[in-house]
């Protein structure tokens, strides 16, 4: 007699087969990723895909905001206005106020918010969703209502966003979704300028803060795909007029490494400027709803004399930079477009100074070309060649990645000859600044905030190698109280090379080291404290492998004790384990980095 199956039972096992063939196929693939370059690359490439879509849809959006609450049609662009009227103006606090109603509805102030150079730098590029999605509103909200900030950080953001994402959903290795969250954040940037090898310096430079030859493919099939796929939306790369004939020759490089100079002094002003007026706010006490409101108020008179401040000046820069603005013109725009940007960051509107860099910098080479005119009565350099230049100084000295801009203006200009003044002038810069001031726009926020990372370069194993998981512990209490002759009986030599004391309340009392306490001339009788070490010096559980390295080179001890904060001894460390397990975690991470997969 034959049975049948219930029919829910029957259709329980088709779901456990489904279930099962997923898995299987799910196993397959981050076996494959792990193991396969080409894999990677593909998925690198996919993720170009998400990134150029999101650049576009947050383009279209911001124009879509701008266009309906300045009444600009689908051609014009916000700084290319000639003058706004007064009740227009209006917007400009009206969006402080929609910003401050928005980080309230999701709560953002409530934690600091993961870029993806943190996330690189300190999290293994561990990012949220949720915290790209938070930021990119807050960013497309400011820069759509007409703050002075751009949507870099937003393309950025929500390219590495989703391949943080999509690479812990594929276990990934932890090198390998450092390359994908630069990789997700270069393919933003280069579907936002059009320019392939920019957005794969940016990636390189800015976001993963090292060039390695596994991670070269895959950033840089990602940027290719998220320019292909801008394209194919409709979106034209940024192509700037490189204009000028005249040759450029040793000296104009050197002229050219002076207004790298300056472009690298006026950087620091405005990152610190902004830190100022941040801190100024801060001590003052405004509410944090109130503060994008009264910085939309600070922006209406200097976008009541040029619109050109206000937004990231993506018009506004090529509207200019072929120059025969006049001087009075360029320099008023330049300090109001400046103001712009530091009452608008330091108000609280979020956004980037990627694009206000590059337009405040096109300018300030103008200024240049014609300071140097008026000194010598003729011209001295190409107007336009200057104003490139100074475009990439200051957007390095800023935001960073003297190789990114060099790419930039190559892409954007396709004027080869061009391109070596801006890598010098941008080396020049780079190199300045990080004498002087030590810190790109993104590392220093992260700097006021009490970290002390000045790249994206992977520190996050730094802090997981703390002094209280890299100790032994002593659980020994040896009283400092005990005479010479009692510590001898209890330490014969050999028996122990240091020993750690503790006075009548347990509290660390110093090191003996244990042949000193047979020294011929020592007095039997007297407390074995006369010969302690290091008693004012010791290490915290918390102290990272960095500190402790820096704990040892300053006292010059072979071992230290780990002291709780109640005084209490914790352990013992040596100087030597210590220099052993960075030498370790130094090389696994170099392993990590050029590494290369096999098979395919």
């Not at 792990?34 to 998400?50: C, K, N, P, Q, Y």
């Not at 300190?122 to 909200?141: E, N, P």
């Not at 001087?327 to 980037?352: D, P, Q």
């Not at 040596?574 to 220099?579: A, D, I, L």
Request: aromatic residues 8%; neutral net charge; hydrophobic residues 50%.
């Amino acid at each position: 007699m034959s049975s049948v199956k219930p029919m829910d039972a029957a259709a329980g096992d088709e779901t456990g087969a489904a279930d099962s063939l997923s898995q299987r196929s799910m196993d397959f693939l981050r076996q494959r990723l792990r193991s396969s370059e080409l894999w990677f690359i593909a998925l690198a490439t996919l993720i170009g895909v998400a990134a150029g879509t999101m650049t576009v849809v947050l383009q279209d959006a911001a124009h879509g905001i701008q266009a309906l609450l300045y009444g600009l049609s689908v051609a014009d662009r916000l700084s290319t206005r000639l003058a706004l009227e007064p009740i227009q103006l209006l917007v400009l606090p009206a969006g402080g106020i929609a910003l401050a109603l928005f980080t309230y509805i999701v709560k953002a102030r409530q934690r600091a918010l993961v870029d993806s150079v943190e996330a690189n730098a300190l999290h293994g590029g561990q990012m949220s969703m949720k915290d790209s999605l938070v930021i990119s509103g807050q960013t497309l909200i400011s820069n759509g209502f007409g703050a002075s900030v751009g949507l870099e950080a937003a393309y950025a953001q929500m390219g590495s966003g989703f391949a943080s994402v999509a690479g812990r959903w594929l276990n990934v290795r932890r090198p390998d979704l450092r390359t994908l969250v630069g990789a997700g954040a270069g393919a933003g940037i280069a579907a936002a300028f059009g320019t392939p090898l920019a957005g794969a310096f940016y990636a390189f430079e800015i976001v993963m803060g090292a060039y390695t030859p596994s991670s070269i493919a895959p950033v840089a099939a990602a940027c290719v795909a998220a320019v292909l796929t801008s394209r194919g939306l409709g979106h034209e790369p940024y192509l700037i007029a490189s204009g000028g004939s005249g040759p450029i020759d040793i000296a104009h490089y050197l002229l050219y490494v002076g207004l790298a100079a300056l472009c690298s002094g006026l950087g620091i002003v405005l990152m610190r400027t902004i830190s100022v007026v941040e801190t100024v706010n801060k001590r003052l006490k405004l509410p944090a709803w109130g503060k994008p409101a009264i910085g939309g108020a600070l922006l209406m008179p200097l976008a009541f004399i040029t619109p050109q401040v206000l937004s990231s000046g993506h018009a506004a820069l090529y509207l200019d930079i072929s120059g025969g603005a006049p001087t009075k013109f360029v320099i008023i725009v330049i300090l109001a477009k400046c103001a712009a940007s530091i009452v608008s960051l330091g108000f609280g509107f979020r956004g980037g100074l990627f694009f206000a860099s590059l337009f405040v910098g096109s300018l300030f080479g103008q200024l240049y070309a014609d300071t140097l005119f008026f000194a010598f009565g003729h011209v001295v350099v190409e107007t336009p060649h200057a104003a490139l230049v100074g475009m990439a100084g200051l957007a390095v000295a800023i935001i960073g990645g003297p190789l990114t801009m060099a790419m930039l203006v190559l892409e954007s200009t396709q004027n080869l000859g061009l391109t070596g003044v801006v890598v010098v002038a941008s080396l020049v810069a780079s190199t300045l600044v990080r004498v002087f001031f030590g810190y790109s726009f993104s590392t220093w926020r992260l700097h006021l905030r009490g970290e002390t990372i000045r790249s994206a370069r992977d520190v996050g194993w730094v802090r997981t190698l703390t002094a209280g998981r890299m100790m032994r512990r002593e659980t020994r209490a040896t009283p400092a109280r005990l005479t010479v002759a009692e510590f001898r009986r209890r330490f014969p030599l050999g028996s122990a090379t240091r020993v750690v004391l503790t006075d009548d309340l347990d509290h660390y009392a110093g090191i003996v080291v244990t042949a000193s306490a047979y020294a011929d001339s020592l007095d039997a009788a007297a407390p074995i404290s006369d010969v302690a070490v290091l008693t004012d010096t010791w290490l915290r559980p918390e102290m990272d492998i960095v500190k402790v390295m820096a704990v040892f080179d300053a006292a010059a001890a072979d071992e230290l004790a780990v002291v709780a904060a109640d005084e209490k001894v914790l352990g013992l460390l040596s100087e030597t384990f210590v220099r052993k397990r960075y030498a370790e975690e130094i090389e696994k991470n170099q392993r990590d980095l050029f590494g290369e997969r096999q098979g395919a």
